[in-house]
């Protein structure tokens, strides 16, 4: 069925047949040859070759309709790209057309999250500089408001198919900040490369999934992860895989390897120590948590060094379906907590308070957090010795935790997790007592320390007596000096 928008030309690659569909979309990958093909003023130009499409489960598929609200609509293409420090990692987003008004929507999925954003006027001063903003800073976009940046780095295009309203040539990086606002608010700050492909800017906001309705009746999500399996290039070990559209990295849970996920099968990169102890919650264990279907897919211990001490907690992922995406458990001295994603812009730091919901939280500590064992599957490129700065601001209901890497930047919210809770999510026996191993604990560090202190005072008192100093006795004052640091949470 043609549209007012048709406009048929050859191909100037390989002379296949084209037709732009869409008057909103400035290039197109041609069926034929896979180049990307421009559309002019006066011509159409082939920009570059894509290479194959990575498999990326949807069911967003290309040509496939549905309603959004009361507005039919139309998948007109896709885009998988990838961030030029971290190739072998990409994402999709999808180009969705609306036929009857001539607008579009580019709509991404990440983490457990939809978002869906729009080209916005630039602001009259244009965007600020690219190496002027900082994972957490704050950035004001004359007209559109103020945001938290979430994420500064380098992207370049490796695959596309259908129509795009811009796109830039595959392989050519691109510097990008995403940004994101206190209301759900979303965008990306796209600065081109420099020379040719000039900045634009998205707006937009997290959306529910259920907003688009698929004339087929198909879900546009899968209610909950459906686990495959892939095999340990060095020991042939069988390891599950829940996520393997947004998993990156797996270390095997027998052998210690790490491997890149890279078109489904993995690629060994090397060994990894394994953990000096077994996970409480086993990988691949399936429970109900608070309403929630999750699997355990990671175990992580991190650890910080506090004047000369060593301090070490640990941490589990979870992963409940693109419906509910990934959540941690943190367990530090037999103390659990639920970890749950936030979206940057929602929460306020303000020196030494933040904000979130209306409520306040105080800043509790900021330590540098750093990853010493690992093993499962992952959503980014986890590495042994990776570090954070990690700071928490604690409240009445909970805790607030953000970690800034150089080009990123995440924020949770942990509530307390009784054991008997989480015990009976899982189906396990009750979680191990306070002192479990793997290093010396927050909290156990600190009674260690007094237990220590105690004793060499009990010790002077001793002497003191024995030597029956008379007259005048004597006060021992030992300083306490800050509190020891308690602190987790996930990446």
Not at 431 to 458: D, E, N, Q, Y
Not at 483 to 490: A, E, K, L, Y
Request: proline letters at 9%.
């Amino acid at each position: 069925m043609s549209t007012p928008f048709d406009r048929a030309a050859a191909c100037p690659s390989c002379g296949a047949p084209i037709t732009f569909r869409f008057a909103g979309a400035m290039a197109q990958v041609c069926k034929h040859c896979k180049f990307v093909v421009a559309r002019t003023d006066r011509d159409l130009r082939a920009v570059g070759r894509v290479a194959d499409l990575v498999e990326m489960p949807t069911p967003l598929q290309l040509g496939v309709t549905g309603r959004w609200g009361n507005e039919p609509f139309v998948v007109d293409g896709r885009v998988q790209l990838d961030r030029a420090s971290a190739p072998g990692a990409p994402w999709q987003e999808i180009f969705i057309a609306f036929p009857a008004s001539g607008r579009w929507t580019w709509v991404a999925f990440a983490q457990g999250r939809w978002y869906a954003t729009t080209e916005a006027p630039l602001p009259l001063n244009g965007l600020p500089p690219w190496t002027s903003l900082q994972p957490g800073g704050r950035v004001h976009l004359e007209g559109h408001g103020m945001f938290t940046v979430v994420e500064v780095g380098r992207r370049r295009v490796i695959s596309a198919e259908g129509e795009m309203p811009y796109v830039a040539a595959p392989g050519v990086v691109t510097g990008f900040v995403d940004i994101a606002g206190p209301r759900g608010e979303f965008g990306t700050l796209d600065y081109g490369d420099g020379r040719t492909i000039p900045p634009k800017l998205y707006l937009g906001r997290q959306i529910d999934p259920a907003v688009m309705q698929l004339d087929s009746g198909a879900p546009v999500e899968k209610p909950a992860a459906q686990v495959t399996a892939v095999t340990c290039p060095n020991c042939g070990g069988n390891l599950p895989l829940a996520a393997p559209g947004t998993a990156e990295r797996i270390v095997c849970r027998y052998c210690g390897t790490a491997s890149d996920l890279t078109k489904g099968a993995l690629v060994a990169l090397g060994q990894v120590p394994r953990p000096p102890m077994e996970p409480y919650v086993p990988l691949g264990a399936e429970g109900q948590l608070r309403g929630m279907r999750v699997l355990c897919i990671g175990f992580v211990i991190r650890g910080c060094t506090v004047e000369g001490e060593r301090y070490r907690w640990r941490e589990y992922l979870l992963y409940g379906g693109p419906s509910v995406g990934y959540l941690w458990l943190m367990e530090e001295d037999g103390a659990w907590q639920l970890v749950t994603p936030l979206s940057p812009g929602e929460v306020q730091p303000m020196g030494s308070t933040a904000s979130y919901q209306g409520r306040t939280y105080a800043l509790k500590q900021s330590v540098h957090a750093e990853v010493e064992y690992v093993i499962g599957e992952f959503y980014w490129k986890v590495e042994i010795g990776e570090g954070v700065q990690a700071t928490e601001y604690q409240g009445g209901d909970g805790k607030i935790s953000v970690e800034q890497a150089p080009t990123e930047v995440s924020v949770s919210f942990c509530s307390p997790l009784p054991g008997k809770e989480l015990a009976a999510a899982f189906h396990l026996p009750p979680p191990p007592s306070p002192g479990l191993g793997g290093g010396t604990s927050l909290r156990s560090g600190t009674v260690i320390v007094l237990i220590v202190v105690l004793i060499i005072a009990l010790l002077i008192l001793i002497s003191l007596s024995d030597c029956g100093g008379g007259g005048g006795g004597g006060v021992i004052f030992v300083p306490t000096g800050g509190s020891t640091p308690s602190f987790g949470g996930g990446k």
